[in-house]
């Protein structure tokens, strides 16, 4: 039996989707390969032939980013970067970290508990009940903006 990926690569070259695989593995490791503050402000961009393209959002962050090009190539070998080259470009905002700002909670009161209780205890499954139990108190315990 082979393995997907033997079956996949010559697909994926074939189609000359190499570049655009290798960009989107860059992407979801980009937080790992280069910490914070740093990947805060950057994002790459285009990968094509070997050329990495990174959007910048400043050109403070430009310029001090310009003397670390040959070292953020070679942190980026192992994806096929041979070059990096910077431009002032729009930055997106890891989903990870928004997400983890946004959400705020608040405490269960008993006034919540005694609601939930009266909402469930009709419920004679008792795995069920516990699986409503759980998201009602979650969804009290969001607060929303």
């Known amino acids: 039996m082979k393995r997907?990926?033997?079956l996949l690569a010559p697909l994926i070259k074939n189609l000359k989707l190499?570049?655009?695989v290798k960009l989107g593995r860059i992407r979801a490791e980009w937080p790992d390969i280069f910490e914070?503050?740093?990947s805060l402000h950057m994002f790459p961009a285009i990968l094509k032939e070997g050329e990495l393209l990174?959007?910048?959002d400043s050109p403070m962050w430009m310029q001090q980013l310009?003397?670390?090009k040959?070292?953020?190539a070679d942190k980026l070998q192992g994806f096929g970067v041979k070059a990096v080259r910077l431009r002032l470009g729009k930055v997106t905002p890891w989903e990870k970290e928004k997400k983890g700002e946004e959400i705020l909670h608040k405490p269960i009161t008993a006034d919540d508990r005694s609601?939930?209780?009266?909402t469930v205890s009709p419920i004679h499954d008792e795995e069920l009940r516990n699986g409503i139990k759980k998201a009602i108190e979650k969804?009290?315990?969001f607060k929303r903006p």
């Open 66 to 68: 310009s003397f670390y």
């Open 139 to 141: 969804s009290i315990s």
């Open 4 to 6: 997907a990926d033997s």
């Open 115 to 118: 609601y939930i209780e009266k």
């Open 36 to 38: 914070k503050p740093v």
């Open 70 to 72: 040959d070292k953020m």
């Open 54 to 56: 990174i959007n910048v």
């Open 18 to 20: 190499e570049d655009a």
